[in-house]
């Protein structure tokens, strides 16, 4: 390959074209994964993910769609992947929704957060016919579930700032079954 700029030539390097080179787009100055909520904001460390939320990721390179979306075209419809791609959030397994090409270069893939992470930074990891992401990225996750000492199938949650509350639920204890946390 030889790249020209204002008539000089580079010199020449050899490149290997790759089918898949995937990696997870990473924000800011952290180790953070480009993710987001349901209602799209952003999983950050003030609004962690929670487990068996389902989160939108975003990455590139992980290959070709089905149906195919010609190189060169706007992509105006969202198509899956024309391969599976294999996930795991902090070393458990999880399941994947969607994993498609939405935007020119630009990979949505909506996963579950597995129910058994602890609080803290998780670790992700996608691999597309054997070709694995990038160590290191992760995302934010809060198991704000405790069990009750009560009755060890309800959950005790304190309810934070979710837009989709009212401002009267906002704040106050809810109570659910069954319990994700173990």
């Known amino acids: ?5 204002a008539d000089q030539p580079s010199n020449s ?12 787009f990473i924000g800011g100055n952290t180790a953070y994964a480009a993710a987001q909520h349901a209602d799209y904001s952003l999983v950050s460390a003030a609004h962690p993910a929670q ?13 070709p769609t089905n149906p195919a979306v010609p190189t060169g075209q706007l992509v105006t419809t969202a198509e899956p ?9 902090g070393g458990v397994t999880a399941a994947s929704s969607f994993a498609g090409l939405v935007e020119a270069g630009v990979y949505q893939f909506n ?3 597995p129910a058994a992470l602890p609080d803290g930074d998780a670790g992700l990891l996608a691999a597309i016919s054997s070709v694995q992401t990038q160590s290191g990225s992760s995302f934010p996750c809060s198991n704000e579930c405790k069990r009750w000492a009560g009755n ?3 959950c005790i949650c304190f309810i934070r700032s979710y837009p989709l509350l009212s401002a009267v639920t906002r704040g106050q204890l809810a109570f659910f079954s069954p319990c994700y946390v173990t």
């Open 13 to 24: 390097i050899t490149a290997q074209k790759q089918s898949f080179s995937p990696a997870f």
């Open 1 to 5: 390959m030889v790249v020209t700029a």
């Open 111 to 113: 996963v579950t957060v």
């Open 51 to 63: 487990p068996g939320e389902t989160i939108m990721i975003y990455g590139t390179g992980f290959g």
């Open 152 to 154: 060890p199938g309800v």
């Open 81 to 89: 992947l024309a391969n599976s791609v294999q996930f795991s959030i």
